[in-house]
């Protein structure tokens, strides 16, 4: 039996594809005649999904029972019908390896395609880490799709690549009118970097957690050696 598809878009933020997630909702109806479906609602539901794989509500101002479960709803939908699935949200691309195993954990049986945004020129962006991390859940390279602006146009563009990717002709599809003009750093674009500074953060708190484990384990061993020492 042929696996239904996933299409999972992540961004990163700062690649001008945060209208995206807004262009798919929009056009719902038109996605449909494809045989497409977009299973998160409109609005911050994505978003909260977001929050909760990465573990950072607090950052976020949410309380946990805000986002929690959010991600599992949102795939309950996607497992009814026969759709081809499609999610956008650009927050994901910064997700650690154990983050991307528990969102992938519940897209089981579907064949997911992973699909990244190529930065405009000169954005600061390491697209190469986020392919990798990526791409090694993956069932092959072949799933993962790398698509990027031109200087024209560009959330057209994006857009059009995003139905060339799924598989929906985006011509007859027209963007929302707030897409157009879509700038860089926007409320929430300026905001991702407390999810970075974040990670950055629990990096390095696990070090030092590390290392004091490592401290505390020799600690005992020098005190068990004086112990037997004086015991002698």
Request: with cysteine; aromatic share 6%; net charge positive.
């Amino acid at each position: 039996m042929t696996r239904r598809r996933a299409f999972l878009h992540i961004g990163p933020t700062h690649t001008g594809s945060d209208f995206l997630e807004d262009a798919l909702a929009a056009n719902a109806a038109g996605l449909a005649a494809y045989g497409v479906r977009c299973p998160a609602r409109p609005g911050e539901e994505m978003f909260r999904a977001a929050v909760e794989i990465r573990r950072v509500h607090k950052a976020w101002g949410y309380r946990r029972r805000e986002v929690e479960g959010t991600w599992s709803a949102i795939c309950r939908r996607a497992r009814k019908g026969r759709d081809t699935i499609v999610i956008s949200q650009p927050h994901l691309a910064a997700a650690t390896p154990d983050e991307i195993a528990l969102l992938l954990d519940r897209l089981d049986g579907f064949d997911v395609h992973i699909v990244v945004t190529a930065p405009r020129s000169g954005a600061d962006h390491d697209l190469a880490r986020v392919v990798q991390r990526w791409t090694v859940p993956l069932r092959g390279p072949d799933r993962m799709h790398v698509i990027g602006p031109t200087d024209a146009d560009a959330e057209a563009f994006l857009w059009a690549e995003l139905g060339r990717v799924v598989g929906f002709d985006a011509t007859g599809l027209p963007l929302p009118d707030a897409a157009r003009g879509v700038a860089c750093g926007s409320t929430e674009e300026r905001l991702v970097h407390v999810l970075d500074e974040l990670e950055r953060q629990r990096v390095r708190n696990a070090v030092l957690e590390a290392r004091n484990e490592e401290l505390a384990k020799r600690r005992g061993k020098l005190k068990r050696r004086v112990s037997d020492a004086v015991a002698g």
